[in-house]
């Protein structure tokens, strides 16, 4: 049986700032906001709802967002473009840079990738493994 990641949910402590947030980064690899319901929101590919999505949501338990040591999503992209679009969308929308998009060949020889936090500390990732002419 084939298992597929349905959704994975982040934490905003500012539910408003973390919308502005994704909204701009989510865009900037074709995902866009699908749908609201009160203090979650959903994105997907396209702004559909079909297949693996993020929700950004408010802690259920009302306290304050906080993330894992270690803990980390990526994205994956098509190309190098789509992975240095993204960082430059989330260092604009307030994010911390964890990595500048650029090769990583200590992963893979095609590892193209890039390492950042969104406004409440979630690390992100986007990953571009196409193979694509690398510079040096």
Known sequence: MAVNISYVTLGATDFE????FYDRVMAAIGWARFAVHGTFAGYG???E???QTVWV???FDGGEASFGNGTMLAFGADTHAEV???HAAAMAAGGADEGA???RPQ??????AAYLRDPAGNKLAIVCTAGQEVAA
Do not use: E, H, K, V
């Open 17 to 20: 700032a973390g919308l502005a």
């Open 45 to 47: 590919p396209g702004g």
């Open 49 to 51: 709802s079909g297949g």
């Open 57 to 59: 949501c408010r802690p």
């Open 84 to 86: 240095d679009a993204f």
């Open 101 to 103: 998009p650029g090769p």
């Open 107 to 112: 992963y893979t020889p095609d590892w193209y």
